[in-house]
């Protein structure tokens, strides 16, 4: 196999031209990664070429199938799907290189890039150039649980850098989960622990500190949520304050509900909101609560039991005990 070291002005490729077919296996795992199934990922990364799904078997001819599908494109590319981390920006790269130096058939670690043109009338002989300095572990193949857990350790660290680039401070990046799908803005602090689920959206200048975990939710600017909270299905305003160990009771053992917190909230320690519930704004919430009604704007709410004291009561009961 040939692989090319020599400099030429890098031709890009317009999507147009580009036809990609994913190759599929009946027994492949489709896990979920980071958000993702397996075969997710991999439509994501090809999602600006037209493209199908072809589900093959071991004898299959890879050539064949190309001829079949391939119509007008100049390059098919073919991939599997089970290969999660492959990224947009690798197949582009090989396109690149295929069109730079006028290869016919380019092979990657797990895949090729054909020209078509090579493709028409009887088989050609097959003579691919292997494409440099490519993500290898765009590779990584997902066959069992073991690798899944692999990739899904790539897949969190390439998310976690991404917002770290765009201004987040993460403090403790081997121990954040973040789905992909996941938006947060510049000036945005997360804690060790912190599991963001689903398409989130947590805004500019937020305080998001230890083992608090958020679900398919909306953050206002200026928000903070303290250690132990979960928020599920919800929209929390700007400038609010939520304390510890506060739950968002957002599933009633058939269907998930609604929260909403208004802007310049507080909500105190240890309070249960149960959906559907609506805090207007600069609401208070007092430590304990269970909140259960809507709150109005400017209210406080308060919804906990009585405390009562019975004093001597220990040593009543023990005394009962030893006669």
């Not at 400099?7 to 890009?12: E, I, P, Q, R, Y």
């Not at 058939?105 to 292997?130: C, N, Y």
């Not at 912190?194 to 398409?199: F, I, P």
């Not at 230890?210 to 909306?218: G, L, T």
Request: charged share 20%.
């Amino acid at each position: 196999m040939q692989t090319e070291t020599k400099v030429s002005v890098a031709v890009d490729v317009d999507a147009q031209d580009v036809f990609v077919l994913v190759l599929t296996t009946k027994n492949q795992i489709n896990a979920e990664i980071c958000g993702r199934t397996i075969i997710n990922w991999v439509d994501s990364a090809v999602a600006k070429y037209k493209r199908t799904s072809i589900e093959i078997k071991r004898n299959d001819d890879i050539i064949g199938l190309v001829r079949e599908n391939v119509k007008d494109e100049k390059y098919c590319v073919v991939v599997y799907g089970d290969t999660p981390l492959l990224q947009q920006e690798t197949i582009e790269q090989a396109l690149s290189f295929a069109a730079t130096y006028g290869h016919k058939v380019v092979q990657l670690s797990r895949g090729w890039v054909f020209d078509m043109e090579d493709l028409k009338g009887e088989t050609p002989e097959i003579k691919p150039a292997v494409c440099p300095n490519l993500e290898e572990v765009d590779f990584t193949i997902a066959y069992n649980y073991q690798q899944v857990a692999t990739i899904t350790t790539y897949a969190r660290q390439r998310i976690n850098e991404a917002h770290m680039q765009n201004g987040v401070q993460i403090t403790d990046p081997y121990n954040v989960y973040i789905d992909v799908d996941a938006k947060i803005g510049a000036g945005t602090k997360i804690g060790p622990g912190v599991v963001l689920r689903g398409a989130c959206d947590i805004g500019k200048n937020c305080r998001i500190t230890n083992y608090v975990e958020i679900k398919k939710s909306k953050i206002g600017d200026g928000t903070k949520i303290s250690h132990m909270t979960y928020v599920g299905d919800a929209e929390v305003g700007s400038n609010c304050n939520l304390g510890c160990g506060i739950v968002f009771c957002n599933y009633d053992g058939k269907n998930k509900h609604k929260t909403i917190v208004g802007n310049n909230c507080f909500i105190g320690s240890n309070c249960n909101l149960v959906a559907p519930v609506t805090i207007g704004d600069n609401a208070f919430v007092a430590a304990g609560s269970t909140i259960t009604q809507d709150v109005p704007a400017d209210a406080l709410a308060l919804a906990r039991a009585r405390q009562a004291i019975k004093e001597g009561w220990v040593s009543a009961k023990n005394s009962q005990e030893s006669e």
